[in-house]
């Protein structure tokens, strides 16, 4: 792989609760000179990092019931509608594993399909399983709605839950919604080498906040 092609793999994130408006100029500052898929905020900056991204080819990602997902449905569209009006051009969702947990299905493939309806077309979904909170039955299921659902890219965890992306997990993801769909790693994603393996298993997003630090590593590679 060359720089070119990792890159735009990243969503060059930062979500942290305490992150100020200067340290979201920065993240778009750094998306820009390395060329990051996108850079991923909180809904508060959303129309800040629009403002500082125009004119780039970064988008801007931001969130929806993040980090529990255990929102009402209804909040978490207007969440991601007002995301999308504010400047994002792709949103990552949180489902509610406890209705994955307990088999509500239909809950959780109804919720995708109103946040999907609530972003319009044109817009990126992707949704968080939080892999570690569940089984291996639970995450092909909860894998396969998401791809019947209409989303983009199943998507591994928060990195506010018990663990983060596994190789193991994204090979499990991508043999489940096959070659063609969207599988994004993300948690606990902190150096070059594991990004590699993530990426020879199948995922075809990358969600880090040491994006700076893999970039680094991977050129000296």
């Keep these: 792989m060359t720089r070119i092609n990792l890159a735009p793999l990243i969503d060059h ?4 609760p305490e992150a100020t408006p200067a340290d979201i100029k920065r993240l778009c500052q750094e998306g820009i000179k390395y060329g990051f898929c996108t850079v991923c905020v909180n809904p508060c900056y959303v129309k800040l990092a629009a403002q500082e991204l125009k004119g780039s080819k970064v988008k801007v990602c931001s969130v929806s019931g993040f980090p529990l997902g255990a929102n009402r449905s209804d909040l978490k569209a207007k969440e991601a509608k007002l995301g999308c009006k504010d400047g994002a051009a792709e949103i990552d969702m949180v489902i509610n594993v406890g209705a994955l947990r307990s088999g509500d299905y239909r809950s959780i493939e109804e919720e995708v399909k109103l946040i999907l309806k609530a972003i319009g077309k044109g817009q990126i979904l992707k949704v968080i399983l939080e892999t570690a909170l569940l089984t291996q039955e ?5 894998a396969k709605i998401v791809k ?3 989303a983009h890219f199943v998507k591994t965890s928060t990195g506010w839950g018990p663990g983060g992306a596994t190789v193991e997990d994204v090979a499990l993801l991508r043999k489940t919604v096959g070659k063609d769909f969207g599988v994004k790693a993300s948690g606990l994603i902190r150096d070059y080498q594991k990004t590699l393996q993530l990426i020879r298993a199948g995922a075809n997003r990358i969600g880090t906040s040491a994006s700076l630090k893999i970039m680094e590593e991977y050129l000296r590679a």
Excluded: D, F, Q, R
């Design 13 to 16: 994130t930062n979500l942290k």
């Design 138 to 142: 639970e995450k092909i299921k909860g």
């Design 148 to 150: 019947e659902s209409g």
